[in-house]
């Protein structure tokens, strides 16, 4: 059976190196839950290979009819001009630079754009706004949002605002699971916050009139245990690629 390239939208995942110790180099990965996720949702799920080479780039921003930015590492605090502190973690200035690369060449195209954990974090930063760069600068309880249970379980509820696409797609009220010891500050120009945590943190950002939508939690884990209230998610990445490659036709 061949796959109908033709009918199914492409939906970009950024890839991440990692150095693989028993093979002694380099590889690129992207987490089997997003694969899977964009796959079950619909689409044709194809790895940006991690490159700051513009041409590269463009071919990428080009040939596919989706983005979606994944969680990882954190921001280098250098990206929205502030002195990296101690309780910042792990961070690659270059993995930012191709991220907010793909990021702007995506919005100059107008095609959608997803994010997930730092993919939200790092969106916020492409619009100028800033991060937390540890839950303990905001006074929050970090238990609460970097969860000792299992992934694919809810460790914090969020509200989504009204009309909101979030609103649209989850309802008022959700169990949400929590991974991340970061978290926005500062919105970036032209963002809305559109759901916010029990304890005030936000949590999802999307735009008026474009389709941007980025999460703070990990949709992509409820899927594998089968919590399909967060295939809707993934559901309207692909609907708005849809959209996106008709319009382009
Ligand atoms: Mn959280």
Redesign the pocket.
């Known amino acids: 059976m061949s796959i109908n390239i033709e009918k199914k939208p492409l939906i970009c995942i950024l890839g991440e190196k990692q150095y693989s110790p028993s093979w002694k180099l380099e590889e690129q990965i992207v987490g089997d839950d997003y694969l899977q996720s964009i796959i079950e949702a619909g689409g044709i799920p194809i790895m940006l290979p991690y490159t700051t080479k513009n041409k590269v780039i463009n071919e990428y921003v080009n040939l596919c009819d989706g983005f979606l930015i994944p969680g990882g590492i954190d921001v280098d605090p250098y990206c929205y001009k502030e002195d990296k502190e101690e309780c910042c973690e792990k961070t690659d200035i270059d993995y930012d630079i191709f991220q907010l690369k793909v990021i702007e060449k995506v919005l100059r195209k107008r095609k959608p754009l997803y994010g997930i954990c730092r993919g939200l974090q790092i969106i916020n930063v492409a619009f100028g706004g800033k991060l937390y760069q540890d839950l303990s600068m905001a006074n929050k309880d970090k238990e609460l949002?970097k969860q000792t249970l299992d992934r694919t379980l809810s460790n914090?509820f969020v509200e989504t605002i009204e009309k909101s696409s979030a609103r649209h797609l989850f309802g008022k009220n959700i169990g949400?699971n929590?991974m991340?010891h970061q978290a926005i500050k500062e919105l970036g120009k032209g963002l809305i916050a559109s759901a916010y945590?029990e304890d005030g943190?936000i949590?999802a950002i999307e735009m008026d009139e474009y389709p941007l939508l980025a999460v703070?939690?990990h949709p992509e884990n409820f899927i594998r245990a089968r919590k399909n209230d967060m295939k809707k998610f993934f559901e309207s990445l692909i609907k708005m690629a849809e959209i996106n490659k008709e319009e382009r036709r």
């Open positions: 949002h914090h949400v929590s991340h945590s943190l949590e703070q939690w």
